[in-house]
């Protein structure tokens, strides 16, 4: 129907928008940093942490809080199921190609984090866990790009909780997020892969 095409239309351009709010960017404002010239460069929660853990939180709250609020505000009751996901998808993708950065911007995964919270909640906080405790495990052990394989981690396990308890269906979607925030970690593993070599 025109009208449900037209809404779904404004809704993934409202989605893209919500997450194209720079968080990371704003959670610096005062300091004198520009996220996007120290560390990897990447306005994400992750690169925020390793210069102010109470900045980091700013960041981390902003970011999943837009996945959070996009699929909340605009998945309604009797919508089709594929509009959630789409809605999720369009949110991601603005926090990582935000037109506030030159279409530049985060890895998407405390904003993914935000959107599968509301879609899968009980399949997305074991992956949280894994996150959190792969961070703290990689920052005592000084394991090279232990943010990106914490991350990619708690990415993997959730694409194979969906792929086992949510059918076929559900789990393409997430094999192809979990594609996407694989690709857009492809600096940090080349990083880690000469790491490793020497």
């Known amino acids: 129907m025109p009208e449900l095409s037209f809404r779904l239309a404004w809704e993934l351009l409202a989605c893209f928008c919500i997450g194209s709010i720079p968080f990371a960017v704003i959670a610096m404002t005062g300091s004198g940093i520009d996220i ?13 942490l390793r210069v102010s853990k109470r900045r980091a939180i700013i960041c981390l709250v902003g970011d999943v809080g837009k996945g959070i609020a996009a699929v909340s505000l605009f998945w ?41 919270l509301v879609l899968y909640p009980k399949l997305a906080w074991p992956c949280i866990v894994t996150y959190v405790v792969g961070r703290i495990v990689g920052a005592k052990l000084k394991i090279p790009e232990a ?22 269906a559900s789990a393409a979607y997430a094999a192809a997020l979990f594609a996407f925030v694989t690709w857009r970690h492809r600096d940090n593993l080349a990083r880690l892969r000469m790491a490793l070599q020497h």
């Open 36 to 48: 996007r010239k120290v560390g990897s460069g990447n306005p994400g929660f992750n690169n925020v």
């Open 76 to 116: 309604q009751p009797g919508d089709p199921w594929q509009w959630a996901w789409w809605m999720g998808i369009a949110v991601v993708l603005g926090h990582c190609y935000s037109p506030f950065l030159k279409f530049r911007g985060g890895k998407g995964i405390a904003t993914s984090a935000g959107v599968m």
């Open 147 to 168: 943010g990106a394989l914490s991350s990619l981690s708690s990415w993997a396990l959730f694409a194979i909780l969906v792929a086992s308890f949510e059918g076929s």
